[in-house]
């Protein structure tokens, strides 16, 4: 099983941030949070990653709470091409990725 | 800087033969990891290579295999196969595993069994 839920589905509208949260309430103090995207079926594109601190890059911001039970992905200025399902996953040093169900986001124009 | 690279893109198998598909890793790569992909269970971890050893193995059956050479590109093999193996088969690759690197998809094998 995963050890993170995400919600399956959220919408933003085209321009305006899209906040992507992600719950790994199990997580071990060695484990780093990943975060990947899949548009249509093409090979999952990595996005981001962070083991305590906030992080950020040219795709985006992850926020990882003090307790590391949840974090959130922030797309700053969403746009159509951001349309993907997102996957949140934590791992230890492994390319065992477990994958959940991710969450589908629509960028609505 | 090539990317993952997966051949063959698309296959069509007939139920009880076997096939075997292939991913050559970034130049530099040493990682290889194999996914598969369904509408019903979603992506779910095959395997993971490193130095041509078998690091880590998913909760698959026998009948699928899988090896890495010494150049680091890696084969993925299925024997017998059913209805259900229809799927997309992804392999993504990494400099070595360790805590603080991502992994390199390519856009995988999109094998259907007839």
């Known amino acids: 099983d995963a050890k993170t839920t995400q919600p399956p589905s959220m919408d933003c509208a085209e321009g305006r941030a899209a906040n992507l949260p992600c719950n790994h309430s199990?997580?071990?103090?060695?484990?780093?949070v990943y975060w990947y995207r899949q548009i249509h079926s093409q090979g999952p594109q990595y996005i981001i990653h962070?083991?305590?601190n906030n992080e950020t890059n040219e795709m985006a911001s992850l926020i990882i709470t003090e307790d590391r039970k949840s974090s959130t992905l922030i797309l700053p200025h969403a746009t159509l091409r951001d349309t993907a399902v997102y996957y949140c996953?934590?791992?230890?040093?492994?390319?065992?990725?477990?994958f959940g169900t991710g969450t589908r986001l629509k960028v609505l124009a | 800087k090539a990317g993952v690279t997966q051949t063959p893109r698309y296959l069509i198998k007939t139920r009880g033969q076997q096939v075997t598909l292939s991913c050559s890793p970034i130049?530099?790569?040493?990682?290889v990891s194999w996914y598969q992909q369904t509408p019903g269970q979603g992506l779910q971890f095959l395997f993971e290579?490193?130095?041509?050893?078998?690091?880590n193995k998913g909760n698959f059956p026998g009948r699928f295999s899988g090896r890495q050479f010494s150049n680091s590109r890696s084969e993925m093999n299925v024997s017998t196969l059913e209805l259900g193996d229809s799927a997309l088969y992804l392999c993504?690759?990494?400099?070595?595993?360790?805590?603080?690197?991502?992994?390199?998809f390519g856009q995988g094998t999109r094998l259907t069994v007839v």
């Open positions: 993504a690759s990494s400099p070595m595993p360790q805590v603080n690197t991502e992994a390199f």
């Open positions: 199990t997580i071990s103090g060695n484990e780093y």
């Open positions: 962070g083991l305590k």
């Open positions: 996953i934590v791992t230890s040093g492994t390319y065992k990725y477990i």
């Open positions: 130049s530099g790569h040493r990682s």
């Open positions: 290579y490193f130095s041509e050893t078998q690091r």
